[in-house]
DNA sequence: CTTGACTCCGTATCATGGTACGGAGCGTAT
DNA sequence: ATACGCTCCGTACCATGATACGGAGTCAAG
């Protein structure tokens, strides 16, 4: 139950670099040296809760959060500010339909153009055409 | 029909400098100069056929495709290899079908959350398990 | 025959999301 | 008690896709 950043990463499918970037961007807060009996102190310890929000991260990239958005998105859950999130939320909603029909879009011209090509000579293989009317 | 850079650039939809920086990317090449009767010689002519281009760039990019890819799909074109053109659009269309079923799981994540923050208070509006079973 | 808009070109800078490096310190097993 | 591996932290660097800047040249209108 208690992780050292390596076992954090390894939990949350990421590279121990990439804790301490999100640590510096504020996705993931710093917890407080263990014991502090040396110069500097020992090494810090993470828990389930950090492995928690290390997938949300995760999840809410995918989504296509940036992560300034997701660093908000974690200060709304520690406030419960409702509102805000459900906005985010709808917003990021829109742009996802529209990512999703524009991707939909990209991939029927993609069919058109990979059977156009398929025929092997005779017949147009026209790349440059393949999205025309998109 | 013939056009200024900066005319490209319009009916291309992008910037000046994006057209300077696809012709060093090898997307679009650098026409003659048009009167060397100076020094450096006068200004760059283009044509419809480089809209053409410009427009196939920015729906390969909306594709997934990244530059790199498109600088190769146009070399393609040119060489008339239906073969390659093929394969780089069917591996693209994997890749599209992946991101459209990624993209549709978060909207669905997404949209409960949304319905769960809806209610003003009370009921639980748990964004950092916003996306649990993703 | 000058002014103003545009072009050319090299180089620098930006935004996003990381990834790498290097010199300390610490902690556990042998 | 000493070596090995991990941690800490600052800083540097990377890839991608642009976007900006500055000085010089050119061109057309007034």
Redesign the interface.
Same mark, same amino acid.
């Given at each position: 139950m208690a992780f050292t950043i390596a076992k954090l990463a390894d939990a949350g499918g990421v590279g121990v670099e990439t804790i301490r970037f999100y640590q510096r961007r504020g996705l993931l807060d710093v917890p407080k040296r263990n014991s502090g009996d040396g110069p500097t102190g020992g090494a810090r310890r993470y828990g389930q809760d950090d492995v928690?929000?290390l997938?949300?991260i995760r999840?809410?990239k995918? %989504?296509?959060f940036t992560l300034e958005e997701i660093a908000e998105? +974690?200060r =709304? &859950?520690a406030a419960?500010d409702?509102?805000r %999130?459900?906005d985010l939320?709808?917003a990021? *909603?829109l742009a996802? &339909?529209a990512? *999703?029909a524009? +991707?939909?879009a %990209? $991939?029927a011209? =993609?069919?058109r +153009?990979?059977k156009a090509?398929? $025929? /092997? /000579?005779g017949g147009p293989?026209p *790349?440059?055409?393949?999205?025309a009317g998109?």
């Open positions: 928690r929000r997938r949300f999840s809410a995918t %989504a296509g998105l +974690l =709304l &859950d419960n409702r509102a %999130a459900r939320a709808s990021r *909603i996802l &339909d990512k *999703i524009e +991707l939909q %990209a $991939r011209s =993609l069919s +153009l990979s090509c398929a $025929r /092997q /000579q293989c *790349i440059l055409d393949a999205f998109d």
